[in-house]
């Protein structure tokens, strides 16, 4: 069975849209009609066909107002941009952690805050891009899982808040297999989907399934979907099979 979707006349914005996630969500909406636009601090390294791209940095307020001031309508807020590098917590400067906070829990505040009225006069929908570091033990990216945790939590706030006008849903990424993976899982990648019962990391199209769903119109709000290939295999259930064996 193959679902579709049509956003024909609907105009949809993804933050951090250029690469990895953001840009397999982007194309998504796009390949199902939408007008789609897209924001990340630098210009992207090649033309993004059929995409309007708008150099923003999300964290900033001023940023902010003129990217969401360039529209006279929005059906679709998904907020994609987030990220850490690889950073435990002793001895990594304390702006960096700051940084990341910014980026991935006060910025998708600063974003929906700013295109709310768009949205509630459109009827619209908010998809924040969450991850499962912000719903277990983040180990090395620590300011990133509680960002995170945050994030999960203000979608649940907005969700009440703003209903019924607006919807608001979180899609809780396991790892993912993306351009930046590696720095992201402490410099590597490889192997990570034998952590996983799917057998494989999430792909972008993975991720941009959920979003069309959860932006599509609907009753659902306040939910948080996982994408994560059925979660991370615990270390102890290694350690188990070994000692059987």
């Known amino acids: 069975m193959t679902v579709t979707y049509d956003y024909t006349g609907k105009a949809v914005l993804v933050t951090g849209g250029t690469k990895g996630i953001g840009g397999g969500i982007a194309r998504a909406f796009r390949e199902a009609g939408a007008e789609v636009t897209v924001c990340a601090r630098r210009e ?31 059906d679709v807020v998904v907020n994609n941009a987030g990220g850490s590098p690889y950073a435990p917590l002793e001895g990594t400067s304390p702006r960096l952690h700051a940084r990341v906070i910014e980026l ?8 929906s805050q700013r ?39 203000l979608a649940r706030c907005l969700a ?20 930046n993976a590696s720095s992201h899982y402490g410099g590597r990648d490889d192997g990570m989907g034998a952590a996983i019962p799917a057998g494989r990391m999430a792909t ?6 959920a979003c069309l769903w959860l932006a599509a119109p609907g009753y659902v ?16 259930r290694h350690l188990a099979s070994s000692d059987v064996s």
């Open 44 to 74: 992207p390294a090649a033309p993004l066909p059929g995409l309007r791209f708008v150099r923003a940095d999300v964290r900033v307020p001023d940023d902010v107002e003129r990217l969401i001031s360039g529209f006279d309508r929005l």
């Open 115 to 153: 295109a709310y009225p768009l949205l509630a006069a459109a009827g619209g929908a908010v998809v924040m891009i969450g991850s499962a570091g912000g719903a277990r033990p983040s180990p090395g990216t620590s300011a990133y899982g509680a960002a995170k945790a945050g994030l999960h939590h």
């Open 204 to 209: 972008p199209a993975d991720v941009a399934a």
């Open 104 to 111: 991935n829990l006060t910025a998708p505040l600063l974003v």
């Open 160 to 179: 009440a808040e703003w209903a019924p006008r607006v919807r608001v849903n979180t899609v809780v990424v396991g790892l993912a297999a993306t351009e």
């Open 221 to 236: 709000t306040g939910a948080e979907v996982r994408v994560d290939g059925g979660g991370e295999i615990p270390a102890w």
